[in-house]
């Protein structure tokens, strides 16, 4: 018998409940942490900034991607201080792109559209902080748009 994969982009750990940030790495300060989770017990928190480091992000790279494709990053976010937050994809055939910004002290929405490159079968997405302050994300997922 053969069985066909799933058409479901392979984002791991979007709801960072077990321990430690791996698969996601961390861009200067980007750690899950037991305390502010939207649902379960963790949540990555993103820390901002000031100075020439005044963001930082926790990034995934994401494989099993369809070329000319559109998908859709999303995620719930909130935010403490100054911070603000984001979504973002880069390395996926087309321009670095990223939401709108959200500066919600509660956990709302937030979401980016994208398109794959004509070869791109990856993308690394990711959840920007920057401002003085931080971001929590929680239960953040990737699904073909359509």
């Known amino acids: 018998r053969v069985y066909a994969r799933p058409e479901v982009p392979a984002l791991l750990k979007g709801d960072f409940e077990e321990p430690g940030l791996e698969p996601w790495g961390a861009w200067n300060q980007a750690a899950v942490v037991d305390y502010g989770a939207r649902t379960g017990r963790r949540a990555l928190r993103v820390d901002g900034g000031v100075g020439p ?4 992000s926790g990034q995934q790279t994401v494989y099993g991607l369809k070329p000319n494709t559109a998908y859709r990053l999303s995620a719930y976010a909130r935010t403490t201080g100054a911070g603000i937050a984001r979504l973002g994809v880069r390395d996926h055939g087309a321009p670095e ?4 910004a959200s500066t919600a002290e509660r956990y709302g929405p937030i979401a980016l559209e994208f398109t794959t490159g004509p070869s791109a079968t990856s993308a690394t997405v990711y959840c920007w902080a920057e401002g003085a302050g931080a971001a929590f994300f929680d239960d953040v997922s990737l699904e073909v748009r359509g």
Not at 53 to 56: F, I, K, L, T, V
Not at 97 to 100: E, G, H, L, Q, V
Request: aromatic share 0%; glycine share 0%; charged share 10%.
């Open 53 to 56: 480091q005044a963001a930082s």
């Open 97 to 100: 792109a990223r939401s709108a």
